[in-house]
Structure formats: structure tokens, C-alpha cells
């Protein structure tokens, strides 16, 4: 037994004489992916541990004050709250927003472009490995790093959230501040926008150019592209109350989609046709006889979340797996 | 073609190779074949196909028509990616690693790596192996990546103008440590350069190259005894007959001198001054001479193309 353990150290070749040196726990393509992008994997942790912490902190004093507010009868709590948490709030929540920008722009962008543009991806593709091994670990990295960074700053920011959801944001949870920022949301656009970037650099050698097309990509996405993959699928609630009842009370924690006036066929008009109305018998008058409220109910968060989520993360795969196949395919 | 034990006399082989950037042909039409063991040279004007086609052998480039390959293997069979070791043009390193850094990305990428063989490399330039890549000189570059590529055991090397960018000395320096480690470890070494004399000096096959097209391919000197410079006294325009009836590759006269690079078919007749000519004056012949007929020798020839190749010194 021991002459097999003696052998196995020499044929090692000579690992003895690097006594002082760090072990050797990465290998192959992983050690040499890590070791080339480490600058950038070590400052995403360390900026993931530092948010993650604040965000932690500031839940425990949000929670500390809830509990404390909840007890004292009297106080108006959703203004204290203002003054107190609001702006925490807005920096979190931006900071937040930043998480599928730095991915896109910091790890997906240099990922491919970098390597052609100094011609690095020559030296790795002729030695023994395969371009499309290498290529598979260079992304399978990235995403592992995303993930893990997304994920954790979505937990703590969730949890921070969470309690106090009623009151941030005024209690609008649909809105993109807070929806795409909680949960899964944060994780899979995340990783959509390093595939963007990653898969930009197959088609553009220049890292810089790469970063501003990512940064590009975030802001048509903001503005155009997310709400395509918003649009349609929640079915929102309904509330009918005849019209001398009034307005229908939105439920609590719930979130107002629309407001609708119905006429005696079941018609549904504008919310205006009778807005100015003074008495209920007018809004009859013409023809008005119930108020529609269409809502969405804070159960319903979730499901919603992991539907987009899993939307945006079947494209965020599915350019991955394209990025893969088009390397592979053809040298860079 | 492969010998009794199943490895390829022919390090390279290419057959009807081609390769196409758009409208225009880098490679055309290209047959020729690279014995194993050879110091192989690759000279050519700028655009002569000579970075094409050590990519395509080296799985950089795609071809876009014929074959390729390698030891007798297609060159874009898996396999073959221990066997090439392909030294481009700039030679790519990673400037933040460290000198050992970059030895360790031959270690842990390629699995018959010689620490040995390569930290030797390095140590007989003096380098430090806490050097950053960046920090080094461009002959220290060299050195490291040529440390990388014999370090990978390869059977063919491929060397984009390895000399291209480095001062006399540091060129001489690893001119010599190139042929030492590739005569020790009996590795094929295929080489592009600009420079005649390097290739004089160092190789002893030359494939030569001209707008994607062979020109002359074989062992050196088996081509320069294939050619004759003929000079004399002419006072006719035109080549003389006795001369004509050779194969011509390049003629001059000013005055009455009368020079012409020749390859002889049998005795050539009359009161010619008869030398033969050196490396650089083949080459330059032929790079002037477009119409010039191609010449392989039997060893570069493959055996689509030997029988439309029925002239030549190999006959």
C-alpha cells in the first residue's frame, strides 16, 4: 500500500520543491479561466458580500421598527416610515438594478471579446483543449459567478423587503423597482444580460465596443424588451361593487390594475364615464350601475415572478447554448 | 501513405487545399506535403497565403475546400490537438501572468507536458519565473512561448514568423534554441519567415508560396540543384535559343549580359557561364517570374499531382 502512495507522489513530478505554494485545488480549464478573470470574480463576491451585509443590517433595524410601530397604537406608520427607510430604499432598489448591468457588462462583455482582442483565445485553443471545452467553462464560470452573486443579493434584499412590503414603494410591488429586483427576477435577468454580453464578443473583437453594446442591450431592455415579456400572462382579479357602494376597496397587500365603470348589460366603460358625477343615482342616469376594480393580490407575486423569471431565463439558456454551438462550431 | 508502424511519413499533407475571405482566395488549389522530421520553411511575399495556411493546420482556420492532414489524420480530428503546437505571429501570453503562470497553463491544459524541457527553456534565457509577461522584453516573450510550445510535446510545430520582431542577437538566440530542442525531440517544424537567410540557415525543406499558390516545394538542396544560373554574352532580343529549350524560370540582359535562371533539361549547349545559384536568388527568381512553372520535388508532391509534375530535377 505504501509503495503505491510512495509512486503516485513521485509521478506527480517533482510537486515536493513547491512546498511554499498555495495547493493546487483548481485544474485544467478551470484554474486557467479563474486565474485569468479573478480580478473581476474576486471583486464581484467581495461587492456581493458588502451589499448583502448592509442589505442584512438595515433588515434588522426595519424590522426592530416595525415590531416597536406596530405595538404603538396612534402612530401613522407608513409616514415615519418614509422618513426613515424610504431612502434606503431607493439605493437598495438601485443598487439592485445594477446586478444585470455589471453582469453584462463586467463579466459577459470581456468574456470572448477580451480573449480575441488580444489574441489570448490562439494560445488557449492550440494546446490541448478543445475550443468548445474551453468556451463551455469560460460561460459555465461566468454564470456560476452571476448566479451565486445575483442569488444572494436577491435573498438579502428579499428578506429585507418582505416585511415591510406594504409600505415600500407604497406598497406597489408590481412596479419594476421592486418586482425586478425580488426573487428570482434579479437572478435570471442577470444571467440574460451576460449571455447578451458574452455572445456580443463572437461577433465583435473590440472589448470596449462589446461593454457599450451590453450597457446598450440594458437599456432597451429596460425600456422596450422586458415589457414584451411582462405583458400578457397575470390574469388580474376582479371586484364589482353596485355603484352606490362606491369605489371596491383594494385588498390588502394587493396591487390596483385597472378601475372600470359597468353599464346594466355588463358593458365596460372608462373610469371617467363616471368620475364626476356627484350622486350614484346620476352614474345611473346614464347607465352606469357597478364599479369594476381588476387587481393583483400579493399571493400572486410569486407565481407571477417565477413566470417571468422563467421566461427570461429560457432566453438567457437558450443564447448561451447558441454562444456554445457558434464557438464551437467555427474558430473565433 | 503511413509506415509499417502506422505513423505517417508526412507531417503535412494537403490535397486541392483551399481558403476563401470573401472574393478572394488566401489559399488556392494547394497540394504539397511536408515529410516528418523536417525543418520545413515557408517563404512567400506579403499575402502569399503563408499565415493561412499554418492556420488552417494549426485549427485556427477553417479550409474552405480540399483536405488536410496531419500525421495522416484530418486536422480537424480531436486527436491531433496534442500533436500541433502553432507559435502565431504575435504570440499571444496572458501579460498578467507570471512567467511561471504562464508554464502552468501548459501543464494544466495539455496532458504529455514536459515541465522539464520548458522550465529549461526559461532558465537558459535568464528569466525570472516571478517575471510578469507584461514586463518582459519581446525576445523574453519569444522565449516563453516557445517554452509553452515544446513544452506541449508536440510532434508539428508551427511557427508564424517567429523571428519576425526581434533584434539580431535575441533572433540568432532563439534561432539556435529552436533547432537544438526540435533536434532532441525530433519534432517537425514548420516555419514562415520573411527572411531568406533564416530560412537558408535553419531549414532544410522550403515550401515557397505566391498568391496562394505553390511555387517551389521540397528538400533545399534538391531544388538548388535543380536550377543553374547561365550568364553570357547575348546580342539578340529575346533568349537564346540553346537557353529556350529549358525550362526558363527568370532572364535579364543589360547590354549585352545576358543572365537567366534556368532548369536545365540535359547539357546546356553553347559558351554559357554556368553557376549554381543560391537560396535567395532561386526564390527571388521565382517570386519574380509569376509564369514560371511550379516545381516539387517527389518528396513534396502528393500523388494527385505527380503525374501532371512530369519535369523537374526529382525526374
Redesign the interface.
Known sequence: MSTVAQTSVAAK??DGEEGKKPPRIL???P??VW??HRVAYVACLLLTAAGCVQMLWQRGSTNDFLDRARTTAGVELYDVFQQTYAEPFQNATWMMSMVPVVAGVFLGAPLIAGDRE???V?????????RGRWLAVKLGMAVLITIVCSAALSAAFTSWWEPAHELVNAGDWNADNIFGNTGPVPVALALLHLAVGAALGLFVRRTLTVMGLALGFSFVWDIVLSGWFRAGFPEPRVLVNPVEQGQPKLPEGAVRHDNWTVDAHGGLHGFGTCFNERTPADCRAKGIVAERLEYFGYDQMPGMQWTYAALVLAAAVALLALTLWWGRR??L | MTSADGASRWAVEARGLGKRYGRRWAVRDLSVRIPAGAVCGLVGPNGAGKSTLLGMAGRLVRPTTGSLHVFGAPVSAAPGLTDISFLTQDKPLFPRFTVEETLRLGRELNPRWDRAVAERIVRSGKLSMAARIGSLSGGQRSRVALALAFGKRPRLLLLDEPMADLDPLAAHEIGGLLLAEAAEQGTTVVMSSHRMADVATMCDHLVALDGGRVRLAGEVDTLLAAHVLVTGVHLTEGVPAEIARHTVVESRAVGRQFTALVRPRGRIEGDWKIAEPGLEEVLLGYMRSPAAPPLLTAAARTESAENEEDEGAAA
Open positions: 513530478g517533482g485544474r485544467g480549464l484554474w486557467l486565474r485569468q488580444h489574441g489570448t490562439q494560445l488557449v485553443t492550440t494546446q490541448s483543449v478543445t467555427r474558430p
